[in-house]
């Protein structure tokens, strides 16, 4: 029996746990909890968000992810699991969306160490009453506002890592500062979904950590510190606001009182600063070395990669986050992943059987012939009117049109992800269409990539739970990231795909058409 460690994924719709015994290098628990199934009566939340009449609003409640931490330890004690063995926690949280408290988020932590709840005390602490998380698109606007004071696109990329997007949190912010300025000025802190849980776990206002506080267009990428520049252009006051910013690795302090004494941890339990979902699955897939990238086939699609040193795209895309390791990930981010698959799919009535069957028995490059897959609004490229354009083919080809989405996909992860710089020859597929291993040869051909798949889910909270232990060691004897992840990425080594050097050299060919067509299209859009 190990050291204990434990790791929370606070994302969208859910709260995950995963605890791992470190020196048996086994996953020991794991367990989720869906919060509309656990609170859709109290917080009246639908898959995770409220309802709103504007489509571009998409907000959350942040005490509901307060309490079901509170919920998921109730959970864990009642499945037998002794506390007293974990050593530290950490955890994941949704990135960029956002929580507004006033001075009074101080003494609601002072207090909740003596009470046993943790919604007592809580009513008057938020200026905000929601958070607005990664969903929300409403702030055009403030982000056309935000690049423009920072000099344009190509510098605000080089300042903050990312151009401004809307779901950044320093958009949200600016467009709180202008609609509610008696409320922004009550604001005492700003915290990010993960600082801000990081905080009830710790009983202290938890600091910003480095990768996540990368998706706020807030922090100078390169010094990892907040950005003095993009401050001014955001809101006033902000920097009186913003927790300060620390790398991942950094201790918030030991477990707060009101969970020691309620679920029966040591009292020095450590608490490690709370990170973003995609730096912590970086590590849950074990990404700690260039050439290795991960694609997440969910209903979006994520392409992520370890990088060494920060590299920018000359056209905005994509982004640079902060990596647990200390070095840097990037991230490219298609809101329609399993979305448009699902369209072309269902417009056909084919299972995933056929669809696959198709996918086997047509040539790569699908003699030629080209889609572009804008079936809605999209955001890698951005596409604001969507619109699917059939090169040399109609809509009623059943079999061009599965392999066109496929190909379109694949062909669009490359051509956006070209200024990476990294050459990538390892490719982690994750999410729920990695097991259609049709498409993963599509992937592989593309990328000219080996692409594995991986026996464990949940990587945001596995990374979490792995950073914890990363950082409690660090104390006395640090560890490398290697021997941190050995045991824990369990990659399918028997169903391993290679390129096959034929496809691979038609998808080269057809990859300077596919940015023709898709040049053309942007421009008369
Ligand atoms: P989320 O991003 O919501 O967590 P998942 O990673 O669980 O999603 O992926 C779910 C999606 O996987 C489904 O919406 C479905 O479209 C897709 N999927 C499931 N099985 C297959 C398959 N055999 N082939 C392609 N896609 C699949
Ligand atoms: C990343 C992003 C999403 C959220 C989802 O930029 O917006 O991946 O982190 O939780």
Redesign the pocket.
């Given at each position: 029996m190990g050291d204990l460690f434990l790791g929370f994924d606070s994302?969208?719709q859910s709260l995950t746990a995963t605890m791992i015994d470190f020196s048996e290098r086994k996953v020991i628990y794991q367990n989720s909890i869906g919060f509309d199934e656990a609170f859709k009566a109290k917080y009246g939340v639908t898959n995770g968000v409220l309802p709103n009449k504007n489509p571009l609003i998409v907000h959350a409640p942040p005490l509901m992810w307060a309490e079901a931490l509170d919920k998921m330890f109730a959970t864990m004690k009642a499945h037998g699991i002794d506390f007293s063995r974990i050593k530290a926690i950490s955890g994941s949280g949704?990135?960029?969306g956002s929580v507004y408290l006033n001075e009074k988020f101080h003494s609601y932590l002072e207090k909740m160490k003596d009470s046993d709840s943790i919604v007592a005390n809580a009513e008057n602490i938020f200026t905000r009453k929601t958070s607005p998380i990664?969903m929300d698109t409403s702030t055009e606007k403030e982000c056309e506002e935000i690049r423009r004071s920072l000099g344009g696109m190509q510098t605000t990329v080089e300042i903050t890592g990312s151009d401004a997007?809307a779901?950044f949190t320093g958009p949200q912010i600016r467009k709180f500062f202008k609609e509610e300025r008696v409320a922004y000025e009550e604001t005492a802190i700003i915290h990010l979904v993960s600082s801000f849980l990081s905080s009830i776990l710790a009983g202290v206002s938890s600091p910003i950590d480095r990768g996540d506080g990368a998706?706020m267009n807030l922090m100078d990428i390169k010094s990892g510190k907040w950005s003095k520049k993009a401050f001014e252009a955001t809101a006033e006051n902000l920097s009186s606001k913003m927790p300060d910013v620390k790398p991942c690795d950094t201790i918030v302090g030991d477990i707060n009182p009101y969970f020691a004494k309620k679920y029966g941890f040591i009292s020095d339990t450590k608490c490690v600063i709370w990170s973003?979902?995609?730096p912590n699955s970086l590590i849950g897939v074990g990404l700690i070395r260039e050439g290795q990238a991960a694609f997440s086939l969910g209903t979006?699609d994520?392409y992520y990669a370890y990088m060494k040193d920060p590299k920018f795209s000359d056209k905005g895309e994509g982004?640079v986050f902060g990596a647990p390791t200390g070095d840097y990930m990037t991230?490219l981010?298609y809101l329609n992943g399993s979305l448009s698959r699902e369209k072309v799919r269902n417009a056909y009535g084919l299972s995933w059987d056929e669809f696959s069957n198709i996918l086997a028995k047509t040539e790569p490059g699908n003699g030629g012939r080209i889609m572009l897959p804008y079936f809605s609004p999209e955001i890698t490229p951005v596409i604001t009117r969507p619109k699917v354009m059939r090169y040399g083919f109609g809509e009623k080809d059943v079999e061009a049109n599965v392999r066109g989405i496929i190909e379109a996909q694949m062909l669009s992860s490359r051509l956006h992800s070209e200024w990476m710089g990294v050459e990538t020859n390892t490719i982690y597929a994750t999410g729920g269409a990695s097991k259609n291993r049709e498409i993963l040869h599509v992937m592989s051909n593309v990328h000219n990539a080996r692409v594995y798949t991986f026996a464990v889910s949940n990587s945001a909270s596995l990374g979490a739970a792995l950073r914890a232990a990363e950082a409690y060691y660090k104390q006395s004897r640090p560890l490398s990231w290697e021997s941190v992840i050995d045991g824990f990425v369990h990659i399918d080594m028997k169903n391993v795909i290679q390129p096959d050097a034929k496809a691979v050299k038609v998808y080269d060919a057809m990859l300077s058409q596919y940015a023709e067509k898709e040049k053309a299209f942007l421009a008369s859009n």
């Open positions: 994302s969208t949704q990135q960029h990664w997007f779901r998706g973003g979902d995609n979006s994520v982004h991230l981010v």
